[in-house]
């Protein structure tokens, strides 16, 4: 036997067993686990969103205060020579 019939027959031996019960409310706590998940990252999206908006806003009203696309008056003290 090659080593691919090999593990094909293992496959068949686990196939052929009779399977396990299932519990029977699975698939209602799968459901409600994933639409708890969803919320979840649906809320922290939003969050990180509403993050982003706001520190737009806090770069946007800094930079309309400072203004740093301005050349300053006065780089350097005045020279009164030697």
Do not use: C, I, Y
């Amino acid at each position: 036997m090659s080593r691919h019939e090999d593990k094909e027959a293992a496959v068949r031996r686990l196939l052929d067993t009779p399977h396990p019960p299932v519990p029977g409310g699975l698939a209602a706590e799968a459901a409600e686990r994933g639409a708890r998940l969803l919320r979840r990252n649906r809320a922290a999206r939003r969050a990180a969103w509403t993050l982003f908006a706001l520190a737009v806003l806090a770069f946007v009203l800094w930079a309309s205060t400072v203004q740093p696309w301005e050349v300053p008056v006065e780089t350097t003290p005045p020279f009164d020579g030697l």
